[in-house]
């Protein structure tokens, strides 16, 4: 498996609201850490940080990890004829699930059994990953962290 | 653009690369799908079809065509498992209907006898009461008959006869229709007729006269059938052994309306009590000649 194949199944796991041990994400992590693209590098520090959200954030916020996750993925990939499924039938729903249906965010919210008119839900949990990202770039790469992880970078 | 919306852009970058469509020269088959489905793949299996199938727009569409399909037969399923409950539901309301209608159509006695079965002690209660009410309907009428002999019995019945003609004529008034306005003829005599005739005459103003004659005859209950009119007429000839009454009888069904007939041939009527052979007589026409 690629690099990206390995962390594409740590994100279907975090799309499905499953918690992924800090073990199999460094597994699927580190190899990047000699990587020189620095598009490598981001895909793996918001990797790091959705995983580790999904184990030490409290329970509320790690649904709304999930539904975040799935409003993200959920816009990519085309799908004809997407199924006209309801939202609370995507309570498991991996990656090859979510693609492709273009959730709003309220439907998001709804698939985790959130509240779908909590839009600040997704401002925290946007918040908490960028700065989870910060720390984790730092742990992984020791350079310099991008501004846009930084607090007060603008 | 603030921090924030930068970072909202770099996860759309990163997820728009982590997903990006990739050349895979070989793909997953439909078991392995189905595995993926059921929740029957190990995690390193699933991981790598997930990665796959999130890079393979190919995959994905055939994997929600799969979706959609087990979707429709579970659907279908779902629905002839349904099926046979609604038709055993059907089936015992008809069960309740027929015997609704059995019961219905049972009679007095086959409810009894069914409710002997089913309730002894309700059977044995009903069981008393009817034969108290056959000892009281045998013997409240033996306490009543009179106890004067026939003629008793004979005036009785006379008694319940006029009972029954007051309720008839009750009724009669209340269907208010002209045939059913029935009345009784009461007993009149020639006398009474002469004596009619004579007041009748010594009244010039023919519409008075008209006006009496018609008040006595509706006094007495007097009144042609329907099936009678004098507005049209007819002759007939006396013959040997009749009589008003016998001609009434004949002409208009009822012999107590002779003094009808009488009335049409006053003339003649008056100067001879009797009918003899071969008199012309002027009786009502039967209205649906």
Redesign the interface.
Known sequence: MTLREERLGVWDALVAGHTVSEDRVREAILPAARETSEDEKLCSSLLWAAAKVSRSASPAMRRNLTAVLRYWFSQEGFIEQPPDLAPASLTSAGLDEVMGLGLSWPQAMESVAGNPKDYTALVRVTTLLRKECASAWREMFGTAIPRVFVEGGD | M???D???E??????????APTAHRTHPGLDCLLD?MAGELAS?S??????????C?DC??R??HV??KI?RQEENLARRIREPELASALANRRGEVVAHEERASESWAQRLVRSLELHPVRGVAVAAVATAMVVLAVAVPLLRIPQGGPSSRIASLSGEVENLKLQVSVLNSREGTNQSSYAFPQQVTVEDMKALLDQARSINDEWRRALLLSSFLESKGLRLPGTATVDRVEAYTAQAGDTWESVAKEKLGDPSLWPILWLLNAEEASSQSELSPGKSLIVPRASHE
């Open positions: 603030d921090r924030h930068r970072f909202e770099l996860t759309k970058r990163v997820v728009h690369m982590e997903t993926s390193d699933r991981a790598r079809l997930a990665a796959h199938l999130a890079t727009p994905r569409q994997l929600a979706r959609e979707r």
